[in-house]
């Protein structure tokens, strides 16, 4: 497994924007599908968007499609989430996740290496 460390959230306002950003330990970050999940208060954990291990194919849940970008940089073990136009719907704790997989999940049960969450609070 490898061990996560996000940072960049926040207290922003509605229609602003924040980088997330996943330092990820070891030395075969490129093995890892990466992936970024969020949890409000009272609801489940749900699915943001997910990444390749080369970054090639990425994905979305529908609310945030147009709005969020994944990317990762291999050569820096980090993946990354730009949230623009931030609602104050997507006001939650964002945690970061990886599996060493050639498969890239949207659900939670397909990670098995967390980090530890940041806060994310978008005001109206």
């Known amino acids: 497994q490898v061990q996560l460390v996000e940072s960049g959230g926040g207290l922003v306002q509605a229609g602003g924007s924040l980088r997330l950003s996943c330092a990820a330990s070891?030395?075969?970050?490129?093995?890892?599908?990466m992936g970024w999940f969020r949890q409000a208060p009272g609801k489940e954990r749900e699915f943001v968007a997910s990444?390749?291990?080369?970054?090639?194919?990425?994905y979305y849940t529908d609310s945030v499609k147009g709005r969020f970008t994944i990317s990762r940089d291999n050569a820096k073990n980090t993946v990354y989430l730009q949230m623009n136009s931030l609602k104050p719907e997507d006001t939650a704790v964002y945690y970061c996740?990886?599996?060493?997989?050639?498969?890239?999940?949207?659900?939670?049960?397909?990670?098995?290496?967390w980090g530890q969450g940041t806060q994310v609070t978008v005001s109206s």
């Open positions: 990444i390749s291990r080369s970054g090639g194919s990425t």
């Open positions: 996740a990886a599996r060493r997989s050639l498969v890239v999940h949207t659900n939670a049960e397909g990670f098995d290496s």
């Open positions: 070891g030395r075969t970050f490129s093995m890892y599908a």
